[in-house]
């Protein structure tokens, strides 16, 4: 099965994400089918800077049948609310 998800990255005590596209039966950081994002949780979520998701690539992968973690949900209905501000 398809998952959206986080994968993290950058170094210690300083994490970045990355919002890709996976099988769920690999690891977090594991290889990835694609990358459609990233999220930066040391930026506040209204600054514009702190979430990028190409929307067009994540509802494709809505469409094939992708399901979506917990958390991506949350990034997503808050990058949609910046979007219309």
């Given amino acids: 099965?398809?998952?959206?998800?986080?994968?993290?990255?950058?170094?210690?005590?300083k994490p970045f994400?990355?919002?890709?596209?996976?099988?769920?039966?690999?690891f977090r950081n594991a290889k990835f089918i694609e990358k459609i994002g990233f999220y930066n949780p040391f930026l506040s979520l209204n600054n514009k800077n702190s979430i990028s998701i190409?929307?067009?690539?994540?509802?494709?992968?809505?469409k094939n049948g992708a399901r979506i973690s917990s958390r991506v949900n949350y990034l997503i209905k808050n990058y949609k609310n910046l979007l219309k501000c």
């Fill in 1 to 13: 099965m398809v998952i959206i998800r986080l994968s993290r990255y950058g170094r210690k005590k």
């Fill in 17 to 26: 994400y990355h919002i890709t596209v996976s099988d769920n039966r690999r």
């Fill in 54 to 62: 190409d929307l067009e690539k994540f509802n494709l992968w809505i």
